[in-house]
């Protein structure tokens, strides 16, 4: 027996030898065969297999042993009888970087409490360097001081653009072209996984295809992955998707699409067009990926009001507070001044020199706007609160004819969301209409659903309209080339309201399309969110259950998932995650966060 264990060891000790390259100590010392046992659980291993019966061993941060039955000691015991123990989940999309900014925010605690073990960060254009910082920087911070996940940086085109162009709407110089290739190099020699676009945000919006295919190629040679988050998701999708092709083919760089959806209900079923060009291309070899969220609405803002600016304000619409408006208070002050007023409300604390240089250099009219929006937005001065905006409004409701030309507005615009079941009350004074649809609030207080609407505005409530169709959705979700991303946020808890998905998306989407609608399998979902988003990021050890792999583990409750998060209180964490591992160490145990941050950043290995 003692011979038995002794060889065991030198095997683990040669695989870990093998995988790893070095030589690890255990930091639990000598006295276990193993840091962690998870005993008796279903394991679902990243593939499509079905879930089967096993033990899983850990030690110095890796998978060593999956079988039937593991004897021997662990500093750790898991007793998993009736869980699951699956790969940590990898969000493929997510913005948690700009929260993490914030070390309160750092162990990403909405995602743990999903099950969240990496990250892909960067996205939509929008990297944290490198206007404020280099890639570098916020590895070095973020490697000494810990994060939650596991992340992999994106170096994002629109801040690279801003960098080099400001927010001119042209196209680059030559020379300007090679200034952003060499910021692209740059974060990619330091460690960036590949590069993000948002062609629908403000400046990626102003790069032609071109210019997106000569920076895509600078991370080709590295092995770098290129996330779009396309031109379009409305009445021009299919034209988005063929550019995201176009790219991948010119530039060579495996591609990948995010936050795949057909946005608004005239556009709905888009997306069937839309995966078959996807699947065109995966057949000619081109490397074509894609992610969603499972919901039915977007933005990271997704509460609207229940009359559109246009219609609400009418013949106002030239009187309006504009942005520029509030900037020619701000340009009355020296650049100086606009840096000190700048420097009293940034959470940069102190600014660095980088920092501020940046704003320094500035053209005026730049640096006046930067600050102006830091300060005030106009549309916090808009809508029912605004008391003259409320005595015009009602002003033209007191005119029969106006007022008849108003609710015919609304109810047209209702009509363009799929109708009033597909817009959800999600803020109101009146609580018993929250989570309801305009049309149950209408019936409910006997009234027409545009009557119904221009009410709930005056009380100031919020909505949330319904704009992807459940249809497109599931469509979507079966194909084998869709993982899973959140495109959610690191909210400071309880501050503001968000959008669900950065509290739900990974549980919900277990929960209600693999065990209640059946939409898929538990296996396809659990890959989509696993060995699939590996893959996508080129990630050879992680996404599975598998000896060798790096031990990112959840281990499941999925009879008692929980996900209370609701669009009129969204701050809700979400349950059934009994444990979770990331690299090795426990995070969540018995269901609660232990205050660990073992995540690591991974870099791209050249
Ligand atoms: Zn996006």
Redesign the pocket.
């Known amino acids: 027996m003692k011979i038995k264990r002794m060889a065991l060891f030198v095997f683990f000790t040669l695989g870990i030898l093998f995988w790893t390259g070095s030589i690890h100590t255990s930091s639990q010392g000598g006295f276990f065969d193993y840091d962690v046992l998870i005993k008796n659980g279903r394991v679902l291993d990243g593939s499509l297999r079905p879930s089967f019966k096993a033990d899983v061993a850990v030690k110095d941060g890796r998978i060593v042993k999956v079988a039937r039955s593991i004897p021997g000691k662990a500093s750790k015991v898991i007793e998993a009888k009736g869980l699951y123990v699956t790969p940590g989940f990898i969000d493929l999309h997510t913005h948690v970087d700009e929260g993490m900014y914030f070390p309160e925010n750092r162990a990403c605690l909405n995602y743990l409490t999903q099950g969240v073990t990496g990250v892909i960060v960067g996205?939509?254009g929008r990297s944290a360097w490198p206007i404020f910082e280099k890639a570098e920087d916020l590895i070095k911070t973020w490697s000494e001081e810990g994060i939650g996940p596991n992340a992999a940086l994106l170096v994002g085109h629109g801040d690279v653009r801003e960098m080099v162009m400001g927010m001119e709407e042209r196209e680059p110089t030559s020379e300007e072209l090679e200034k952003m290739k060499a910021l692209v190099k740059e974060a990619m020699e330091q460690g960036a996984y590949g590069f993000s676009t948002?062609l629908t945000y403000l400046p990626g919006t102003y790069a032609k295809t071109d210019e997106v295919i000569e920076l895509v190629k600078v991370i080709a040679p590295y092995g770098g992955i290129y996330h779009t988050?396309t031109r379009n998701e409305r009445d021009k999708l299919i034209e988005a998707v063929k550019e995201a092709i176009e790219i991948a083919e010119e530039s060579g760089a495996p591609t990948h699409i995010?936050?795949f959806k057909a946005i608004g209900y005239p556009n709905w079923g888009l997306v069937k067009e839309a995966c078959t060009l996807v699947e065109g291309a995966r057949a000619r070899g081109l490397q074509i990926t894609v992610d969603q969220y499972p919901y039915r609405f977007h933005s990271g803002y997704p509460y609207q009001r229940l009359i559109p600016r246009n219609i609400w304000i009418g013949k106002e619409e030239i009187n309006r507070l504009e942005t520029e408006d509030v900037q020619k208070i701000f340009d009355y002050l020296r650049d100086s001044e606009l840096i000190e007023l700048y420097k009293k409300i940034t959470p940069y604390i102190p600014l660095s020199e980088h920092h501020q240089q940046f704003l320094e250099e500035l053209p005026r009219k730049e640096l006046v706007r930067f600050v102006s929006r830091n300060f005030i937005s106009p549309s916090r001065f808009q809508g029912p609160a605004n008391t003259r905006e409320r005595m015009l409004f009602l002003r033209r409701m007191e005119n029969p004819e106006e007022a008849e030309q108003i609710r015919t507005a609304v109810k047209q615009n209702i009509e363009r969301e799929g109708g009033a079941e597909n817009i959800v009350i999600a803020i109101c004074v009146e609580k018993d209409l929250e989570g309801k649809s305009l049309k149950y609030a209408a019936s409910k207080r006997q009234k027409s659903v545009e009557d119904m609407a221009i009410e709930l505005e005056l009380m100031g409530a919020r909505c949330v309209p319904l704009r992807m169709s459940e249809e497109d959705i599931e469509y979507i979700m079966k194909k084998e080339y869709v993982g899973t991303g959140s495109?959610g946020a690191s909210p400071f808890y309880g501050i503001g309201l968000t959008h669900i998905r950065s509290f739900s998306t990974f549980l919900h989407k277990i929960k209600k399309y693999a065990l209640q609608r059946k939409t898929v399998s538990l296996a396809h979902v659990i890959r989509s969110q696993t060995s699939l988003p590996a893959e996508v990021m080129h990630w050879d050890d992680r996404g599975w259950i598998k000896q060798g792999c790096m031990a990112d583990i959840a281990v499941l409750d999925l009879n008692n998932i929980k996900t209370p998060t609701s669009i009129s209180n969204p701050h809700q964490y979400s349950q059934g995650v009994k444990y979770l591992l990331i690299n090795g160490e426990l995070t969540i145990d018995n269901g609660k966060y232990n205050g660990k941050l073992p995540g690591q950043v991974l870099k791209l290995k050249k």
Do not use: E, F, I, T
């Open positions: 996205q939509c948002g988050h995010s936050h495109d």
